[in-house]
Protein backbone atom coordinates (compact mmCIF):
# COMPACT_ATOMS: atom_id res chain seq x y z
CA UNK A 1 0.00 0.00 0.00
CA UNK A 2 2.60 2.31 0.66
CA UNK A 3 2.81 5.66 2.41
CA UNK A 4 1.17 9.15 1.87
CA UNK A 5 3.10 12.05 1.35
CA UNK A 6 2.09 15.41 2.66
CA UNK A 7 3.55 16.98 -0.95
CA UNK A 8 1.18 15.06 -2.93
CA UNK A 9 -1.73 16.81 -5.15
CA UNK A 10 -4.64 14.62 -4.59
CA UNK A 11 -7.57 14.24 -6.57
CA UNK A 12 -11.30 12.89 -4.94
CA UNK A 13 -14.07 11.58 -7.59
CA UNK A 14 -17.89 12.14 -6.21
CA UNK A 15 -17.74 8.64 -4.62
CA UNK A 16 -14.18 9.16 -2.29
CA UNK A 17 -15.27 12.54 -1.12
CA UNK A 18 -18.92 11.03 -0.03
CA UNK A 19 -16.93 8.37 1.79
CA UNK A 20 -14.39 10.22 3.55
CA UNK A 21 -17.41 12.53 4.18
CA UNK A 22 -19.19 9.86 6.03
CA UNK A 23 -15.74 8.41 8.14
CA UNK A 24 -15.36 12.09 8.98
CA UNK A 25 -11.56 12.03 7.63
CA UNK A 26 -12.44 14.48 4.94
CA UNK A 27 -11.11 17.44 6.45
CA UNK A 28 -8.20 15.73 7.82
CA UNK A 29 -7.52 14.78 4.54
CA UNK A 30 -7.97 18.45 3.41
CA UNK A 31 -5.00 19.19 6.16
CA UNK A 32 -3.07 16.38 5.58
CA UNK A 33 -2.27 17.53 1.61
CA UNK A 34 -0.97 21.11 0.18
CA UNK A 35 -3.41 20.41 -2.04
CA UNK A 36 -6.47 18.87 -2.97
CA UNK A 37 -8.93 19.02 -6.35
CA UNK A 38 -12.43 18.22 -7.76
CA UNK A 39 -13.09 17.47 -11.43
CA UNK A 40 -15.36 20.94 -12.35
CA UNK A 41 -18.87 19.19 -12.84
CA UNK A 42 -18.20 17.72 -9.58
CA UNK A 43 -20.54 20.69 -7.74
CA UNK A 44 -23.00 20.66 -10.50
CA UNK A 45 -23.34 16.61 -9.37
CA UNK A 46 -23.92 17.30 -5.77
CA UNK A 47 -26.31 19.69 -6.77
CA UNK A 48 -28.08 17.62 -8.59
CA UNK A 49 -27.66 14.96 -6.14
CA UNK A 50 -29.12 17.61 -3.18
CA UNK A 51 -32.57 17.93 -5.63
CA UNK A 52 -32.97 14.43 -6.35
CA UNK A 53 -32.41 13.06 -2.69
CA UNK A 54 -33.69 16.09 -0.60
CA UNK A 55 -36.81 14.53 0.69
CA UNK A 56 -36.27 10.96 1.01
CA UNK A 57 -32.95 10.79 2.43
CA UNK A 58 -32.10 13.91 4.40
CA UNK A 59 -28.82 12.71 5.21
CA UNK A 60 -26.93 12.52 1.99
CA UNK A 61 -28.28 16.19 1.20
CA UNK A 62 -26.62 17.05 4.89
CA UNK A 63 -23.37 15.44 3.63
CA UNK A 64 -23.48 17.69 -0.13
CA UNK A 65 -23.61 20.81 2.27
CA UNK A 66 -21.23 19.68 4.23
CA UNK A 67 -18.77 19.45 1.30
CA UNK A 68 -20.17 22.49 -0.34
CA UNK A 69 -19.03 24.51 2.72
CA UNK A 70 -16.00 23.39 2.23
CA UNK A 71 -15.73 24.25 -1.15
CA UNK A 72 -16.73 27.93 0.28
CA UNK A 73 -14.52 27.88 2.30
CA UNK A 74 -11.19 27.36 0.34
CA UNK A 75 -9.86 23.81 1.94
CA UNK A 76 -11.19 21.48 -0.72
CA UNK A 77 -11.33 23.39 -4.61
CA UNK A 78 -13.03 23.11 -7.24
CA UNK A 79 -10.13 22.90 -10.42
CA UNK A 80 -11.58 24.42 -13.32
CA UNK A 81 -8.08 24.28 -15.15
CA UNK A 82 -7.02 20.59 -14.98
CA UNK A 83 -4.28 19.67 -17.42
CA UNK A 84 -5.56 18.12 -21.01
CA UNK A 85 -5.11 14.11 -20.95
CA UNK A 86 -4.29 11.87 -23.60
CA UNK A 87 -7.74 10.93 -26.01
CA UNK A 88 -7.21 7.84 -25.45
CA UNK A 89 -7.36 7.96 -21.91
CA UNK A 90 -10.37 9.66 -21.74
CA UNK A 91 -12.07 7.20 -24.37
CA UNK A 92 -11.03 4.53 -21.91
CA UNK A 93 -12.59 6.46 -18.48
CA UNK A 94 -14.01 9.62 -19.69
CA UNK A 95 -13.25 12.97 -19.24
CA UNK A 96 -13.36 14.23 -15.54
CA UNK A 97 -11.23 10.74 -14.34
CA UNK A 98 -8.89 11.37 -17.07
CA UNK A 99 -8.32 15.14 -16.29
CA UNK A 100 -7.97 13.99 -12.48
CA UNK A 101 -5.29 11.41 -13.31
CA UNK A 102 -3.20 13.49 -15.94
CA UNK A 103 -2.95 16.40 -12.81
CA UNK A 104 -1.62 13.69 -10.60
CA UNK A 105 0.72 12.95 -13.27
CA UNK A 106 2.19 16.32 -13.34
CA UNK A 107 2.31 16.71 -9.70
CA UNK A 108 3.46 13.63 -8.44
CA UNK A 109 -0.21 13.81 -7.11
CA UNK A 110 -2.95 10.54 -6.38
CA UNK A 111 -6.26 10.32 -7.24
CA UNK A 112 -8.47 8.58 -4.59
CA UNK A 113 -11.37 6.04 -5.90
CA UNK A 114 -12.77 3.24 -5.55
CA UNK A 115 -11.55 -0.26 -7.50
CA UNK A 116 -12.47 -1.83 -10.17
CA UNK A 117 -12.55 1.31 -12.81
CA UNK A 118 -14.41 -0.08 -15.47
CA UNK A 119 -13.94 0.72 -19.24
CA UNK A 120 -16.70 3.25 -20.64
CA UNK A 121 -19.53 2.39 -22.34
CA UNK A 122 -18.63 -1.48 -21.47
CA UNK A 123 -21.63 -1.84 -18.69
CA UNK A 124 -19.27 -2.50 -16.15
CA UNK A 125 -18.03 -6.06 -17.89
CA UNK A 126 -14.21 -4.62 -18.65
CA UNK A 127 -12.03 -3.06 -16.29
CA UNK A 128 -9.82 -0.13 -18.01
CA UNK A 129 -6.27 -0.54 -19.05
CA UNK A 130 -5.02 2.53 -17.77
CA UNK A 131 -1.53 1.83 -18.49
CA UNK A 132 1.04 3.60 -16.60
CA UNK A 133 -1.80 6.02 -15.29
CA UNK A 134 -2.65 3.03 -12.84
CA UNK A 135 0.03 3.58 -10.21
CA UNK A 136 -1.02 7.21 -9.47
CA UNK A 137 -4.51 5.61 -8.01
CA UNK A 138 -5.04 4.80 -4.91
CA UNK A 139 -8.49 2.91 -4.19
CA UNK A 140 -10.55 4.43 -1.28
CA UNK A 141 -10.29 1.89 0.92
CA UNK A 142 -6.15 1.79 1.14
CA UNK A 143 -6.62 5.78 1.01
CA UNK A 144 -8.67 5.37 4.26
CA UNK A 145 -6.71 2.83 6.05
CA UNK A 146 -3.49 4.88 5.27
CA UNK A 147 -5.48 7.91 6.88
CA UNK A 148 -6.50 6.30 9.92
CA UNK A 149 -2.82 4.77 10.33
CA UNK A 150 -1.68 8.49 9.95
CA UNK A 151 -4.67 9.37 12.14
CA UNK A 152 -3.74 7.09 15.25
CA UNK A 153 0.00 7.80 14.94
CA UNK A 154 0.31 11.50 13.68
CA UNK A 155 2.56 13.61 15.76
CA UNK A 156 1.09 15.48 19.07
CA UNK A 157 0.57 18.94 17.49
CA UNK A 158 -1.66 17.14 14.53
CA UNK A 159 -3.36 14.99 17.34
CA UNK A 160 -4.22 18.13 19.37
CA UNK A 161 -5.73 19.53 15.78
CA UNK A 162 -8.06 16.57 15.44
CA UNK A 163 -9.01 16.04 18.74
CA UNK A 164 -9.80 12.72 20.33
CA UNK A 165 -13.48 12.56 20.10
CA UNK A 166 -13.00 12.80 16.11
CA UNK A 167 -10.64 9.82 15.82
CA UNK A 168 -12.75 7.95 17.56
CA UNK A 169 -15.79 8.87 15.68
CA UNK A 170 -13.58 7.92 12.61
CA UNK A 171 -12.55 4.67 13.86
CA UNK A 172 -15.97 3.88 14.67
CA UNK A 173 -17.44 4.60 11.41
CA UNK A 174 -14.16 3.12 9.64
CA UNK A 175 -15.01 -0.24 11.56
CA UNK A 176 -19.01 0.16 10.91
CA UNK A 177 -18.35 0.47 6.96
CA UNK A 178 -15.81 -2.73 6.85
CA UNK A 179 -18.42 -4.73 8.66
CA UNK A 180 -21.16 -3.70 6.12
CA UNK A 181 -18.84 -5.15 3.33
Not at 68 to 96: C, F, T, Y
Not at 100 to 126: D, H
Amino acid sequence: MGQMHSEWVVGLDITSLMVLGYLDLLKKTLTTFRRVVLAPETMTLLLNERRHVRFHQPSRVEEAEEIRALIDQGPLKMDQSLPKPPEWLVNEIGRDLAELLEAARMTSGRVVRPYPIFKLQTFMEREADLQEYAELVLSTKAFTSLLSVQVATSIPRRTSELGTSSTYRSTLRIQRLIHRF
